[in-house]
Structures are given as C-alpha cells and as structure tokens.
C-alpha cells in the first residue's frame, strides 16, 4: 500500500497551468485602446466642457442678473449640466459605435450595463466640472484645472494599456510614486 501511494504521490500532475487573456484573447492593442478612448471622450466632455460653465457666466457678469431670479441654484446647476449630461452621452453612443463599425471591437456584456455605469461616470466627470467652474472665476484658470483631476481619473483606468514613457507618466501622476523614466 505504501508503494502505491509513493507511486501516485509521484505521477505526473494531470493538471496544466496555461496562462490566458480572458478579455482580449487576440491580444489586439485596438481592444485595449477603444474603450480607453471612450471613457476619455467622456472625461473631457464632462470635466472640461463643464468647468467653463459657471466661470464664463461670471466673467460676463451674467452670474449675478441670476442670483435675482426666481431660479433656485439648484435649477440653476441642473440647467447648465442637462446639455454636457446629453453632450457626454452622444459622446458614448458615437465611441460605441465607432469601435464596433470602424475598428471591429466586439462588445461583449450588456448594454445597459454599459449605459449604466457610464451614466454614473458621466455624473462624476459633470460633478468635478461644476465643482472646478464654481471656484474659480475666469474661464482661463477653469480650462487649466480640471486637467488634473480629470485625466488622472482617465489615465487611471487605461495606464495598463499605454506605451512605457506614457505609462510611467501616468503611474507618478494618480499614484504619487516618483517618477522613474529612463
């Protein structure tokens, strides 16, 4: 019997370790990229279109005639956000499409999912934009910020899939580590 076991402790394993790519099986860097690309698109959009918002209001002075209104401020937000929210969204629709038309990008997973989740994304990058736009009050200093937050929440998600030089830049940029470029 304990031949037996030291014969099976012994046998070769009938299990193989094979490493794969579940998401991008072809290894396609245009898989990598278009998604990227999108959730750029969106970024900018909603961060950096929105940031002009409010400061360009107040540089004309048209702020104030506001403030007289029987507008609430809330009214007032969800005014200037309505035309970048459905902006951001076309945006979505137009990268999605493009990825599946032009560089063959399949989508996998639902739709609505998608949708969803880029909604809620879209809010935030609209949120930073507003947040940006109401500190400051001059559209030059509002178009300098939100680079910041923004793209570091853009390169945060496609820092992966970015050539080393980039990649580096963008792991010191949303990870604070020093920045080791070669």
Known sequence: AREAARERILAPASV???NRL???EANESTYFLVPGLIVLVMTLIGALLTTLVVAREWERGTFEALFVTPVRSIEVLVGKTIPYFVLGLLGLALSVIGGLVLFGVPLRGSLLVLTGVSVLYLLVALGIGLVISSATKSQSLAVRL????SQAIAL???RDHLPDTLSDYSHTCCDGKENTLD
């Open 16 to 18: 193989s370790i094979e």
């Open 22 to 24: 579940w998401f991008n």
């Open 146 to 149: 939100p680079p910041s937050p």
């Open 156 to 158: 945060t998600v496609i």
